[in-house]
């Protein structure tokens, strides 16, 4: 039986990151995961709409909830920041029947859906590791990423109940992805650390300096590449790496990538992309 899951891509996945959606669906099809997508799905709110307005971000990212109920699933994201902000908000919904009621309320009359509770939200790297298994993930191997890669988690989805049997302070399943597709993986002390997403309109040279040393924590311990569990992450250290090595004055160019970049290409999907990934590493690491 084919593990299913309700499909939440992300933020930056549905316009400045389509990589993520392009190396996903090939990798559930490998792995025997039915993916349905949620049509219509809004954004998480990256943790910036609840600055501004936290009913309309519970009301919603319970509409998702509601959606993916309805169809009787568990919602699977590649994203961090999403699965941390959708845990975050589930939590406080089952959390507070009178607040659920009331956002009940306001999905009936505008979009006419009720939430229940009956929703868990997974990050793709706890499914990968937690359900599918490390064992079948590595009989999927064709091309061994053997480079020295630090694994990015991000701070948003280490939280307790929703890191399957991983540590929530002190976290190995990515390392241990790693290991099960030929990687070597670093030991860095930032791979949990904030780069600062919610701030970067507002406090772009905070940010930069944040996004910086994080990247030269992994560069310091000798990786090659960074994959990123966090597409908004991802975003913050790779298209903004040379604003941010200007706010330092230090080169901290590395190539960055996605967790389903990094399985896919290990799976033999996507060789053209993989041998471009190989040159950059070549031509812009250390």
């Given amino acids: 039986m084919p593990l299913k899951y309700a499909y939440h891509p992300g933020n930056v996945s549905h316009s400045s990151a389509p990589e993520v959606n392009d ?10 995961i039915e993916l349905t997508i949620l049509e219509g799905a809004t954004s998480c709110g990256a943790g910036i709409m ?38 975050e908000d589930l939590q406080t919904l089952i959390g507070n029947n009178i607040l659920l009621a009331e ?39 064709k091309n061994p990423l053997n480079f020295m890669i630090a694994g990015y988690y991000g701070p948003n989805m280490q939280q307790t109940g929703m890191c399957g049997d991983d540590d929530v ?4 399943y990515l390392e241990k992805l790693i290991q099960s597709i030929g990687g070597i ?56 790496q040379g604003k941010a090595s200007r706010i330092v004055e230090r080169p901290i160019n590395i190539p960055i990538m996605h967790l389903t970049e990094m399985i896919d290409f290990a799976f033999g999907h996507h060789n053209t992309r993989l041998a471009q990934l190989r040159t950059r590493i070549s031509v812009i690491g250390n």
Wanted: charged share 20%; net charge negative.
């Fill in 103 to 141: 956002i009940n309320s306001i999905l009936m009359k505008t979009c006419g859906l009720k939430f229940n509770g009956a929703v868990k939200v997974h990050h793709l790297l706890h499914v990968l590791v937690d359900e599918i298994g490390l064992e079948k993930i590595e009989l999927k191997v």
């Fill in 23 to 32: 190396t996903m669906m090939p990798i559930a099809k490998s792995l025997g």
């Fill in 50 to 87: 609840r600055q501004a307005n936290n009913r309309l971000q519970l009301t919603l990212n319970a509409r998702t909830f509601a959606m993916a109920e309805s169809l009787g699933l568990d919602i699977m994201t590649p994203c961090a920041a999403t699965a941390g902000n959708l845990n």
């Fill in 185 to 240: 993986p670093v030991e860095w002390g930032s791979r949990t650390k904030s780069v600062g997403v919610p701030g970067l309109l507002s406090e772009e040279p905070t940010v930069l300096l944040q996004s910086a040393n994080v990247i030269l924590d992994a560069k310091d311990e000798g990786a090659q590449l960074i994959v990123s569990a966090c597409n908004l992450s991802h975003t913050i250290m790779d298209i903004y």
């Fill in 169 to 172: 302070y002190d976290p190995s």
